[in-house]
């Protein structure tokens, strides 16, 4: 039965004798540990699901409560490590966080092909980030993009006063660009302030520099400024890879020419786009995710940079050199950074860090690019020779034989019976599992 109560302060239903509500005043100020008890009572929770959330893992629930708000307990995901790269000469092994099947092999195979071409070249361009102060309010917006223009210096000096250890490292303000756009809302003059943030990924950094020069574009126009933000189009922060794969490393020029008609396809027509670029992502997300970087910050970046011509289009280029060889390019922002946010917290961001035994974030982003040209060679080629489904769903199929119930020896034996009845599904896992059982 269900029954609807409401006072001023709160509404909610009863079921079952539970009350369940989203109303919680004061919810973020208890412990980790009533907030639990709290849940446990809302949602019906059990003892084991208790323990489960308080399950303590790599990331201490003591640290996790302190990087986000009401927090309840973790969730892990598999970190599993790309082998075979071969980046500017240097071998790495490469930590990837990714629950998708597949997506590590394939890197791991793809590496392993384009290092018998010499192995992958990257280059990063400079630290970058841009930071845009919105002016709105003015009569002549012209006039007023000079007018910020003549303090062009001023600005730079106050924006740089804000982190005297960035200067102190080599960083800070290198341009300040002003320019009117015409907006639904009426014409706005956007200052965008160029800023070199060294090893931080620096959304931090720019925004406080925009929020410290704000007020004084406004006393030099007189108009009203809104937004003081950091943009994530970083596209003055590029990393740019390429590499190259013999020709019988594929499986022959035929192979070559399938990948390059892939490719192709990509390129022209943004429905298959947009599944390419997420073949890209795959690779730079799951080591992003394993070095405790801002994940939505960069498929932001990626994906209106696939977009900058007005055309959504493929972040990579795929093409038959002369000898008949293939040979890869992908461009794309890649805003990352070793100091700041999660990197310096979570602890499996550090040890990641660690194994790919680097220094500065420009190698970050190097390695990150060589995973997503990787990703997207092996994608590519299984598309253009033998489906992008049976290697994949080979390895789902230890998903669903796991979500069946198997576990130990009985997960292979489900999972070649699967594929020996080519009928990959929940039922079938099951099915074969009951069966397995009453044979023991």
């Known amino acids: 039965m269900l029954s609807l109560k409401t006072s001023s302060a709160i509404s909610f239903w009863r079921c079952c004798d539970v009350v369940v509500t989203s109303r919680l005043p004061g919810f973020h100020k208890l412990t980790l540990n009533e907030r639990v008890e709290k849940l446990k009572e809302l949602a019906n929770l059990s003892d084991e699901d208790v323990r489960l959330l308080l399950k303590e893992g790599t990331l201490p629930l003591e640290i996790a409560d302190k990087m986000i708000e009401n927090v309840v307990g973790t969730l892990s995901l598999p970190l599993g490590i790309a082998t075979n ?13 990714i629950e998708e099947p597949s997506v590590v092999a394939a890197a791991s195979n793809a590496a392993k092909m384009l290092r018998e071409g010499g192995g992958i070249k990257a280059q990063a361009t400079e630290s970058l980030m841009i930071a845009q102060i919105q002016l709105v309010g003015v009569a002549a917006p012209h006039s007023a993009k000079y007018v910020i223009y003549e303090h062009r210096e001023e600005i730079k000096e106050i924006a740089d006063a804000t982190n005297p250890l960035l200067i102190s490292l080599g960083g800070g303000v290198r341009d300040v660009e ?3 756009i015409e907006s639904p809302a009426g014409p706005m003059v956007i200052t965008n302030l160029i800023v070199d943030v060294k090893d931080a990924m620096g959304a931090n950094t720019v925004n406080t520099m ?6 004084y574009i406004e006393k030099w126009t007189g108009g009203k400024v809104y937004l003081r933000i950091v943009s994530n189009l970083a596209d003055r922060r590029l990393v740019r890879v390429w590499g190259r794969v013999p020709k019988d490393v594929l ?3 035929e192979v070559v020419d399938g990948i390059v008609y892939a490719w192709a396809f990509a390129s022209a027509d943004p429905y ?3 599944t390419h670029n997420k073949g890209i992502m795959n690779g730079v997300i799951a080591v992003a995710l ?4 801002d994940t939505r910050a960069l498929e932001a970046g ?3 940079y696939a977009a900058r011509s007005g055309k959504y289009t493929s972040l990579s280029v795929w093409e038959k050199d002369e000898n008949g060889d293939l040979v890869g390019f992908l461009e794309m922002p890649m805003a990352v950074g070793l100091i700041g946010g999660a990197v310096k917290v979570n602890p499996i961001a550090q040890l990641s860090l660690k194994i790919l035994g680097i220094k500065t974030a420009k190698e970050l982003a190097e390695i990150m690019g060589a995973v997503g040209l990787a990703q997207n060679l092996a994608a590519l080629r299984a598309l253009a020779t033998e489906g992008i489904q049976k290697g994949h769903m080979k390895l789902h199929a230890r998903n669903i034989a796991i979500t069946a119930g198997a576990r130990g020896s009985e997960i292979d034996v489900v999972v070649e019976e699967m594929i020996k009845r080519n009928a990959i599904r929940l039922d079938v896992a099951k099915e074969i599992l009951e069966s397995i059982r009453k044979k023991k």
Do not use: C, D, S, W
């Open 272 to 274: 298959r786009a947009a």
């Open 85 to 97: 790269f071969l980046i500017n000469g240097k071998e790495y092994l490469v930590p990837m966080a």
């Open 178 to 180: 002003v320019y009117v």
């Open 290 to 293: 394993a070095t405790g970087q």
């Open 210 to 215: 925009a929020e410290k020069v704000a007020p």
């Open 251 to 253: 499986g022959g020029e």
């Open 302 to 304: 990626a994906h209106a």
